[in-house]
């Protein structure tokens, strides 16, 4: 690994777990830390998407950071999600997860308002320059209607923050040419992309299966990271139906659907997220009983 590495292998992009009157439920995410961390998960991303960071008051966003700093004591980085479509509101919220001890930052593009290629080197740049720890910009234009390009991806790069990438574009050929044209770190975004990343050379995957297999997608990445690529892809094709079904809904409606049915009572998503309807819980049922997973 080298020295700019944030990590390698599988970061969890950790649900947020509520207590049934919607408050965080801090407990809950402790103990969910420690066992991501008893199944050898190599990172932690808090308050990404799929911690619901958009529905999190300001407060809770940094006390959710703090907490997890806390808790992982050091064993594995801290990345925590800050980005936002208000370029002023995203220095201010890396500022304070520096502060709060963060190891690294996790900054999604501009959504909804999105801006051109020039606002994106413009508005990753001013949050770049306001912290002394690395960055790894997340693109996903699904999500958000606003993709990076790799002109702007190399011009980014040059930036000493500016560490790695979180690639859940979903088009392979595209993260070839981002491996071949820049330094950058490449983290998978998508679970079922895993395998096909890390053999472009991509350093792990930034996962949401991780909350409920977290010991299956690290040996996955393992061996990846060994260049043993057949096993690898056997675990990766394994496992491809739970990795889709966890994708049946918006994120992370059915992730936590799954960790709920396993019995780790994360509580609800937050408005406007709704419960999935019972088609999809029974395909998140089906999966979780192929595997011996369900409560």
């Known amino acids: 690994m080298s020295d700019n590495t944030i990590f390698t292998g599988v970061g969890v992009a950790i649900v947020t777990p509520f207590n049934k009157n919607g408050s965080v439920n801090y407990d809950k995410l402790g103990g969910l830390i420690e066992a991501q961390i008893a199944g050898g998960t190599d990172a932690l991303i808090i308050c990404g998407t799929t911690g619901e960071s958009s529905t999190l008051t300001d407060e809770e966003h940094l006390e959710c950071i703090r907490y997890a700093v806390k808790k992982t004591n050091g064993r594995i980085p801290v990345i925590a999600g800050t980005g ?27 959504y909804y308002n999105k801006t051109s290629q020039k606002g994106l080197i413009a508005h990753f740049t001013a949050i770049a320059d306001s912290v002394n720890i690395p960055i790894v910009l997340y693109n996903v234009p699904s999500r958000t209607g606003c993709k990076i390009e790799i002109s702007t991806y190399k011009e980014l790069a040059k930036h000493k923050n500016i560490k790695a990438a979180k690639e859940a574009c979903g088009d392979i050929s595209f993260i070839a040419r981002l491996a071949a044209e820049t330094d ?34 690290h040996e996955m990445a ?17 496992y491809l139906g739970l990795l889709n079904a966890l994708f049946c809904d918006v994120n992370p409606i059915p992730v936590k659907e799954a960790m709920n049915l396993m019995g780790m009572e994360v509580g609800n998503c937050r408005l406007p997220l709704v419960g999935s309807e019972e088609s999809k819980i029974e395909l998140l049922r089906n999966e979780l009983g192929r595997f011996g997973l369900l409560k």
């Open 184 to 217: 950058l770190d490449i983290y998978s975004g998508n679970d079922d992309q895993t395998v096909p990343v890390m053999s472009l050379g991509g350093k792990g995957v930034i996962s949401v299966a991780s909350n409920i297999i977290p010991s299956e997608m």
């Open 222 to 238: 393992d061996y990846a990271l060994k260049g043993d690529f057949k096993k690898a892809a056997e675990l990766q094709l394994k």
């Open 84 to 110: 936002s479509n208000d370029t002023a509101y995203a220095v201010e919220m890396s500022k304070d997860a520096e502060k709060a001890g963060a190891d690294a930052l996790l900054l999604v593009t501009p």
